[in-house]
C-alpha cells in the first residue's frame, strides 16, 4: 500500500548509536505517554532514549496518508484529555499544536426527519433540546453543571501517583516508610476536606454516578429518547459494555472532562490530525535532550543477577544498556511478552493474565468526494454546515438501540446496526485532505476480536461489516456509499497487531470500577512501578487510564525521577 508517515523522529539507522553508551533511562513505545515521559525524564536530566517499533512516532495518536493526498487520524480522532499542565510546561503550542474548537460539538439526525445539535452554546442547546423536550431542555444545564462539579472534585486525582502502600516494607528505611505514610496520610486529608466541600448531597449524588448504570442516571434526568441516547454514547465509547451495565455512569463524566484552551467540555480537531500533538510533545522532548529511534522494536528486557534491569534485548539481536525502563506498552505485553519467565511474582503475572482487555472497537477512516448530505436538514447545496463540525451520532436515536447493537457482541456477532461516531475534521482542517474533498473517521461499536460467524482476516467478511456501516449512513445520508474514495479499517484484531494494543482495546485494559485508581493495572502496583526494580509503566494501563491525556506519562515519569534522585543508604 502507498504510505507516508508523519514523523519527525530519527530512523532505524540510528539504532546502531544506541549501543554506544549506557543511557539513564529507556522508554519503550513512542506513542504519546511514552513521548510525554520522556521529555519529563530529559527535563529532569537524564540522558533518554525512546524505542519505537513502528516506522512512526504517536502510537494510537498518529497521522498516517494511507490515500494519497488524505491524511487520517488513524486511532485516537479527538482532543480535549490531554492534562493542561502538559501543554503548558512543554510549551506544545510553539512546537507546533494548533487546536480547532468545534462548535456545535454534536448532532444526532433522525430517521422521522428530527435531529437534535449540541454544543458550548447555551442558547442553542435550550433550543434544539426543546424540540423535543422543555422539561429537559430546562434540565440540561443542571445537568452538566453537576458533571462540571464532579470533574472538579476528580481533577486533582489525574495529576499525580495514587497514594500506593510502600512496596519495599521490609527492606525500605525508616525514613522512607515515614515519608510513604505522611505522603498517603496528606493525600487522603486533601480528599477528605474536597468531599466536605463538595457537601453530603452532592457526594451521594457523586457516588450514584460512580456505581449505576448509564441509563439509570440518564433516565433520572431527562425524558426525551434522542438527548439520552446522544448522551449515553459517553458512556460506552471504547468499551463492550452496554449502558444498563452498572458502573458505565461514570464515564459520562468524560463529555465535560477535557478542556480546550481552559473551556471545559470543549472537544476539538488538531490541525494535521492527531499525530501532530504526538509530533509536538516528540519535539519538546527531543529539544530537552531525549533521543528518538522508529523502527527499533525491543524483544525483551534484560535483567541481571540481581534480579534488576539491565538493558535491552532489540529484535535486530542488539543490546541496549540501562537501569532504568519505562514501558509505554500495554501491562500484558509488558509483563507477559517483554519481562523474561520466572521473574515476576506468580500472582502479579496471574491478576495481569486475567484483567480485561477486550474490546468492542472498530475504526475506520475514509477519504471521500463529498460532504454527506443529511436528509433531516433539507439541505442539498456542497458547503459545511453546523451539523458537519461535531460528532455525528449514527444508530443512536434511543438508549435501547445501543443496548441491542451492544447484545449482538454478547452473543458473539458484530452489531446489525452498529453505534457510529462519524467526525470530518476536514471541514475545519484544511490541511489534510484536496480541496474539495474530505477526511471521515467512524468509531463503530460493537465488534467483537473473534466474531462467531467469521473472521476479521476473511477480506469478504471485512468489507461485508464494512459495507453494512456505509449502508446504516445512507440511511441517514443518502448517496454516503457512493462519495467514498478509498478506507483504511482496523478491527479488533488490527488494533493490537498494528497499534500494540492487547486485544484490540484502546484503553489498555479495561476502565471499569474495578480497574480504576488504586487497582490499575492491579492491587499493589498503581503507582507506575513494577515488581521488577528498575522498570516503571508509563501507559494507558495505568492510573488514570486511556484516552490522549498524557498524565500516566508525566506521572510515571515524574515517580522514576524521585527514586533516581533518592539518597543512597
Known sequence: MWRRSFSSSSSAGATSSLKDKKWDALVIGGGHNGLTAAAYLARGGLSVAVLE?????GGAAVTEELVPGFKFSRCSYLQSLLRPSIIKELELA????????????????????????LGPNKDLNHSEISKFSKQDADAYPRYENQLEKFCEFMDPLLDSAPPESLQCESSCSVGDRIKNKMHNSMFWARCLRQAATLGQKDMVDFMDLLLSPASKVLNNWFESDVLKATLATDAVIGTTRSVHTPGSGYVLLHHVMGETDGERGIWSYVEGGMGSVSLAIGNAAKEAGAHIVTCAEVQQLLINDSGTVNGVLMADGSQVHTSMVLSNATPYKTFKELVPDNVLPDDFINAIKYSDYSSGT???????????QFKCCKLSHPDAGPQHVGTIHIGSESMEEIHSACQDAVNGLPSQRPVIEMTIPSVLDNTISPPGKHVINLFIQYTPYSPSDGHWG??????????????????????FSSSIIGYDMLTPPDLEREIGLTGGNIFHGAMGLDSLFLMRPVKGWSNYRTPLYGLYLCGSGTHPGGGVMGAPGRNAARVALEDVNKPLK
Request: with cysteine; hydrophobic share 35%; charged share 25%.
Open 362 to 372: 472498530t475504526k475506520i477512516n475514509l477519504a471521500v468526494d463529498k460532504l454527506p
Open 94 to 117: 510553539r512546537h507546533g499544536m494548533k487546536l480547532l474548537k468545534r462548535s456545535p460539538s454534536s448532532f444526532t439526525p433522525c430517521l422521522d426527519g428530527k435531529y437534535l445539535l
Open 458 to 479: 476473511d477480506p469478504v467478511y471485512r468489507e461485508s461489516f464494512a459495507q453494512k456501516c456505509f449502508t446504516l449512513i445512507d440511511e441517514y445520508a443518502p448517496g
Open 53 to 57: 517499533r513502528r516506522h512512526v512516532i
